[in-house]
């Protein structure tokens, strides 16, 4: 299928997952539902470059934080729609992938996350003491009733940051899997693979890594730009919480590291487990599940759900 077939597939989709909401009667279900797609984009973000690449990001959500509080700096200034804080959050967390993976070339394996994990750690330092962006303090954000839709159609406003983030997955996911048939994709998976062994056979490993660590960060920040608008008051401790670093790693895993519909499944499997379990046990219990079902699939799948899958048509097939 083309690039340009996936993507028509992909909004027509999005297309109906959002009519078929409009049906469910429960403004909850827009809340919980806009979490478990912000997932989405996390996990295949981070697949771009852990999945695909194989350099293992701890960084999640300062590239996460940095899109969030991109979107808070404007808004003291002068606010802009969401779609356009969204390509700035996008644009600057990805200038910041493409400083890491500059800074980091000649790192590999742990030493390689260890550093996106100090990044995290000097971005919430930096963040922490910026008095404009709310500092230590945090910072609110009203968000409006409603929003107008083309000028036409209103919808209530959790409503319009569903679709938007729908929007947003059918456009990291479309980029995924762009990326997978791709020579881009087949590069990646040779660094992947064999770095060393690229880098003999004339891969351009350096330009390629640049490029993944600077689409996964654009992403990340990208998810995180209309956040301050759902949650309406943001500091330190949500903006870096632990969960999004923990769950852009695990749902991958969980789903498949090696295609893009891995991430994807990971994410709508944990996603909707964890606001299941926040409704009915406590939001505390988010990442002792994820650790669980983790380790669960260390043992019994460690190549993800979609690995699994392909090994029991394997031996069909056999």
């Known amino acids: 299928m083309r690039s340009s077939t996936f993507l028509l597939c992909a909004l027509a989709v999005g297309a109906v997952v959002f009519g078929l909401s409009r049906f469910i009667q429960s403004e909850y279900f827009f809340f919980a539902g806009y979490v478990v797609l912000q997932y989405i984009v996390l996990a295949t973000a981070w697949n771009i470059l852990g999945g695909y690449t194989g350099y293992v990001n ?20 002068f606010p802009l729609p969401i779609p356009v804080l969204i390509v700035i959050g996008g644009v600057i967390s990805g200038l910041v992938g493409l400083g890491t993976g500059y800074l980091t070339l000649r790192l590999r394996g742990a030493f390689f996350a260890i550093a996106t994990l100090a ?8 963040i922490t003491n910026w008095d404009y962006v709310g500092g230590s303090r945090g910072a609110y954000i009203l968000r409006p ?11 209530n406003y959790i409503e319009y940051l569903f679709l938007i983030m729908l929007i947003l997955v059918v456009l990291a996911v479309a980029t995924a899997r762009a990326i997978e048939v791709s020579r881009l994709g087949f590069g990646f998976a040779t660094i992947r693979d064999d770095e060393l062994a690229a880098e003999a056979s004339g891969v351009p490993t350096l330009r390629l890594k640049l490029i993944a660590t600077t689409l996964s960060g654009a992403f990340m920040g ?64 988010n990442l002792l599940i994820v650790g669980l079902i983790l380790i669960a699939f260390v043992i019994i799948a460690p190549n993800g759900l979609v690995g699994l899958v392909e090994g029991w048509f394997r031996k069909k097939d056999a």
Not at 68 to 76: D, E, G, L, N, S
Not at 119 to 126: D, G, I, N, P, Y
Not at 147 to 154: C, E, K, P, R
Not at 259 to 279: E, K, S, Y
């Open 58 to 77: 701890f960084g999640s959500a300062a590239f996460f934080a940095i899109g969030a509080y991109t979107t808070v700096a404007i808004h003291k200034t």
């Open 119 to 126: 990044l995290a750690v000097v971005v919430q330092t930096l």
């Open 145 to 155: 009733a409603a929003a107008s839709l083309f000028g036409i159609y209103q919808l």
């Open 222 to 285: 990208m998810a995180g730009a209309p956040y301050p608008y759902y949650i309406t008051y943001l500091d330190p401790a949500s903006g870096f919480n632990l969960s999004y670093a923990v769950n852009s790693i695990a749902m991958p895993l969980v789903g498949g590291t090696t295609t893009w519909i891995g991430p994807v499944v990971g994410a709508i499997l944990l996603g909707t487990i964890q606001q299941i379990a926040t409704v009915t046990i406590s939001s505390a219990v």
